[in-house]
């Protein structure tokens, strides 16, 4: 997309909150808990995730419940805006039709939906590392450029995948198993340190491999991410997002056609 459609979206940043607001009130809309399921969802799943690697399997991590707590939150908000950015173009198609807008913020209010999400569910962390004796520290500050590198690098792969689906509608499902691959190729229930040697030098080529190792790290070790992790997350949100902007850009004067 060109410097005219960065400049559009900016001026249309309103319609993107307003979107993102239809998308909470939609999801909470009617339910007795309300937000309250943002909180229980992650922690639910800790629980059996900790009796099945913990105390079934053994997994050897100190602080099992925190380091899995820690690494499946982003995760979590990884593959919720992937899954809601990919058909958030096809599932407004009267509005992509009808109506005059940048098509990038559907796509991008998706996202920061998510977003929003995660951050309510990420603060369970705080009261999971006091009571498991971790503590907080100021290398907590560091989880904030972590976060905005990972919506980056998530916006640039939902500008993509929400491209591909208006084509070609299997993009969905092959994004459902390509999660659930991707899942298990990424140190959440396990640390990367245990896989073998040589399956450990493949499971660096995965961008999400690097993004949740920093928030671990982070939270369970109070290190803050080397000048070179930082980087690498750099690049790997900047590619994502140049290239999703830019097949977005060219694919979208089309999209009235598909959808």
Excluded: C
């Excluded at 299997?170 to 073998?196: G, K, M």
């Amino acid at each position: 997309m060109a410097a005219n459609d960065l400049r559009a979206l900016v001026a249309y940043r309103g319609l993107l909150r307003g979107f993102v607001q239809r998308d909470l009130t939609v999801k909470y809309k009617g339910s007795l808990l309300g937000v309250a399921w943002s909180l229980l969802h992650p922690l639910v799943m800790v629980a059996v995730y900790t009796l099945a690697f913990r105390y079934v399997v053994r997994v050897p991590i100190e602080r099992f419940p925190l380091f899995l707590l820690s690494g499946l939150l982003p995760w979590m908000y990884f593959a919720s805006a992937l899954s809601a950015a990919t058909s958030s173009i096809a599932d407004n198609g009267t509005l992509v039709r009808k109506v005059a807008f940048p098509r990038a913020v559907l796509p991008l209010a998706a996202v920061a939906s998510a977003l929003v999400q995660f951050a309510l569910m990420y603060t369970v962390l705080v009261p999971t590392a006091l009571i498991m004796g971790a503590g907080l520290s100021f290398a907590w500050v560091a989880l904030l450029p972590v976060v905005v590198l990972q919506t980056a690098f998530t916006a640039g792969l939902g500008l993509l995948l929400a491209t591909a689906y208006v084509f070609v509608r299997d993009a969905r499902h092959l994004l459902d198993v390509a999660l659930q691959v991707w899942f298990w190729l990424t140190p959440i229930i396990y640390a990367a340190s245990l896989a073998p040697a040589n399956l450990r030098r493949w499971l660096q080529f995965n961008p999400m491999l690097h993004f949740v190792t920093a928030y671990q790290d982070i939270v369970t070790k109070h290190a803050v991410p080397s000048l070179a992790t930082f980087a690498l997350l750099a690049v790997l949100a900047a590619v994502s997002l140049a290239t999703g902007w830019t097949v977005f850009g060219r694919a979208q004067k089309r999209f009235a056609e598909y959808v």
